[in-house]
């Protein structure tokens, strides 16, 4: 069975910082990329990074570019989003996911294939 368990959600003040931890079973690094999408309320989920199966490339999407960095520990089986420098804009629900493809597209990328999911958790960012 494949799970994602996300954790580290919260509230933070503007220009805070928050790191996102997501522990998966079911799969291994090497047969999916792994990353964070979110959705902000009356928003459209957006990709916000993602860390490549087969070349460990790295996805930014272009407003988190510099602020979050990706990055996982094999071992633990943990994939981590660290977000400084936090923002009103980046309010929004935080979905670890899965999948066996990703491309960019615009300003962000997409997952395609057979993916996976998880429950998602909260950051809201006060100003």
């Known amino acids: 069975e494949v799970t994602l368990v996300e954790s580290g959600g919260g509230l933070v003040q503007v220009g805070g910082s928050l790191r996102l931890s997501c522990v998966v079973s079911?799969?291994?690094?090497?047969?999916?990329?792994i990353g964070w999408f979110r959705q902000a309320p009356g928003k459209e989920r957006e990709g916000v990074s993602c860390?490549?199966?087969?070349?460990?490339?790295?996805y930014y999407e272009d407003s988190v570019r510099g602020r979050f960095t990706i990055f996982r520990d094999i071992a633990k089986n943990t994939v981590y989003l660290q977000m400084n420098s936090l923002k009103p804009e980046d309010t929004a629900v935080y979905y670890c996911?899965?999948?066996?493809?990703?491309?960019?597209?615009?300003?962000?990328?997409?997952?395609?294939?057979?993916?996976?999911w998880g429950k998602g958790t909260l950051v809201t960012v006060s100003s």
């Open positions: 079911g799969f291994t690094f090497d047969d999916y990329n």
């Open positions: 996911a899965a999948a066996t493809g990703v491309v960019e597209s615009g300003s962000s990328f997409y997952y395609y294939g057979e993916d996976y």
């Open positions: 860390i490549g199966s087969s070349d460990g490339r790295l």
